[in-house]
């Protein structure tokens, strides 16, 4: 059976800032989706990290109709007239064409879709990430996909050994999707040219070499700018369909114990590390730190079992205390080199206005002659 797995994730409003969304909110998306189980959609899951909710909807039919992608921003709409009239911050920032609180309004929800006949054995994971960008995928799927030391079957299993292909997209190339298909491992050090830079380059796809068929879809998308402010680059969600032909679950979930620095955190303007976090946990420090949730699941006939969370287990413990204090360590730096992001990639455009104004105060000392 075909199916097709859509991953979206929004910032409709939350509580306390950006946090998280409140219950009533949660409960006004699941009550529209619910709506709809067994007409547009067969099944689906929700869950928040940070700020965002995420929806996980399966359906059968066109993969390229956007009946059900339309569906689920009306439950995110529902949930953010839910947003407004609580007065939450940020109500249906990603939703509504005006901004409501005085948030900077994002750029829509971001969006993660696949499309496949069903293994006998279908199993995938969602990963819905907080304070960051696509971009923060860049190195755990680099080395659950590309790397032997992380992902040992590339070696030890025939249908990985020929590789997989990466596409990845140059997200702040204006005009139109600017992307490049890259095979590892031939390509393995030109993937790490461009995938070091997760504020340039992300992965939209990963498909196997061996069957040709797609094991990674990823929220990406071009950044827009407006009055000199860069939008639509937080928040993303990954589909990673996983075991078989692909990485296992546990070669995908590894990479992230590296809590590796990427860019964003608070007010998407710095660089911290990437926190593993359960489902359904909020933000806190510096609006962050920014934050990876999982949820596994397995799917039959359209049909998903009760996800269950990875990162809702004792080894992660000791992985968020690390993470802890690596953020502790980068933030004693306050606004100081690496940081805060550079200029060309702040996402809040004050900055600029403090440049422009000190512009006129630079004095060009020439050299007397000789």
Same mark, same amino acid.
């Given at each position: 059976?075909?199916?097709?797995?859509?991953?979206?994730?929004?910032?409709?409003?939350?509580?306390?800032?950006?946090?998280?969304?409140?219950?009533?909110?949660?409960?006004?998306?699941?009550?529209?989706?619910?709506?709809?189980?067994?007409?547009?959609?067969?099944?689906?899951?929700?869950?928040?990290?940070?700020?965002?909710?995420? *929806? !996980?909807?399966?359906?059968?039919?066109?993969? @390229? %109709?956007?009946?059900?992608?339309?569906? $689920?921003?009306? /439950?995110?709409?529902?949930?953010?007239?839910? *947003? !407004?009239?609580?007065?939450?911050?940020?109500? @249906? %920032?990603?939703?509504?064409?005006?901004? $409501?609180?005085? /948030?900077?309004?994002?750029?829509?929800p971001s969006l993660a879709q696949i499309t496949f006949q069903e293994r006998s054995n279908e199993a995938?994971?969602?990963?819905?990430?907080?304070?960051?960008?696509?971009?923060?995928?860049?190195?755990?799927?680099?080395?659950?996909?590309?790397?032997?030391?992380?992902?040992?079957?590339?070696?030890?299993?025939?249908?990985?050994?020929?590789?997989?292909?990466?596409?990845?997209?140059?997200?702040?190339?204006?005009?139109?999707?600017?992307?490049?298909?890259?095979?590892?491992?031939?390509?393995?050090?030109?993937?790490?040219?461009?995938?070091?830079?997760?504020?340039?380059?992300?992965?939209?796809?990963?498909?196997?070499?061996?069957?040709?068929?797609?094991?990674?879809?990823?929220?990406?998308?071009?950044?827009?700018?407006?009055?000199?402010?860069?939008?639509?680059?937080?928040?993303?969600?990954?589909?990673?369909?996983?075991?078989?032909?692909?990485?296992?679950?546990?070669?995908?979930?590894?990479?992230?114990?590296?809590?590796?620095?990427?860019?964003?955190?608070?007010?998407?303007?710095?660089?911290?590390?990437?926190?593993?976090?359960?489902?359904?946990?909020?933000?806190?420090?510096?609006?962050?730190?920014?934050?990876?949730?999982?949820?596994?699941?397995?799917?039959?006939?359209?049909?998903?079992?009760?996800?269950?969370?990875?990162?809702?287990?004792?080894?992660?413990?000791?992985?968020?205390?690390?993470?802890?204090?690596?953020?502790?360590?980068?933030?004693?730096?306050g606004f100081f080199g690496t940081a805060m992001q550079p200029f060309e990639t702040l996402s809040y455009?004050?900055?600029?206005?403090?440049?422009?104004e000190l512009d006129e105060r630079f004095v060009i000392e020439k050299p007397f002659p000789s």
């Open positions: 059976m075909q199916t097709t797995i859509v991953a979206m994730r929004a910032d409709i409003g939350s509580i306390g800032g950006h946090l998280q969304p409140s219950q009533q909110v949660v409960a006004a998306v699941r009550e529209a989706l619910d709506a709809q189980r067994g007409q547009l959609i067969a099944d689906f899951d929700l869950h928040f990290t940070g700020d965002d909710i995420t *929806a !996980v909807c399966t359906c059968q039919g066109d993969p @390229g %109709q956007t009946a059900v992608q339309d569906m $689920i921003w009306e /439950a995110f709409a529902q949930g953010a007239r839910v *947003a !407004v009239e609580q007065g939450l911050y940020g109500a @249906g %920032q990603d939703i509504f064409d005006k901004g $409501i609180s005085g /948030a900077s309004k994002g750029f829509g995938f994971l969602v990963f819905s990430i907080d304070k960051s960008v696509p971009g923060a995928f860049n190195l755990p799927f680099y080395q659950a996909f590309a790397d032997p030391m992380h992902c040992s079957g590339l070696i030890l299993s025939p249908r990985m050994r020929r590789g997989f292909r990466f596409e990845i997209m140059d997200v702040v190339y204006r005009e139109y999707d600017r992307v490049i298909t890259l095979e590892a491992p031939e390509d393995l050090y030109n993937l790490a040219a461009l995938l070091r830079d997760d504020e340039r380059f992300a992965i939209r796809s990963v498909h196997s070499r061996t069957s040709e068929e797609q094991s990674v879809a990823v929220s990406t998308t071009r950044l827009h700018y407006v009055a000199g402010i860069m939008l639509g680059r937080d928040d993303p969600v990954a589909i990673v369909r996983v075991q078989d032909a692909f990485p296992a679950a546990g070669e995908v979930l590894a990479p992230f114990a590296l809590c590796a620095h990427v860019s964003g955190f608070q007010r998407g303007s710095h660089h911290g590390p990437l926190m593993p976090v359960r489902r359904n946990s909020g933000v806190s420090y510096f609006d962050g730190p920014p934050s990876v949730s999982c949820a596994a699941y397995c799917v039959r006939d359209g049909h998903l079992t009760e996800a269950i969370d990875p990162f809702d287990h004792p080894f992660w413990d000791q992985v968020r205390a690390r993470a802890t204090s690596k953020t502790l360590d980068i933030r004693q730096q455009g004050g900055i600029m206005g403090i440049l422009k």
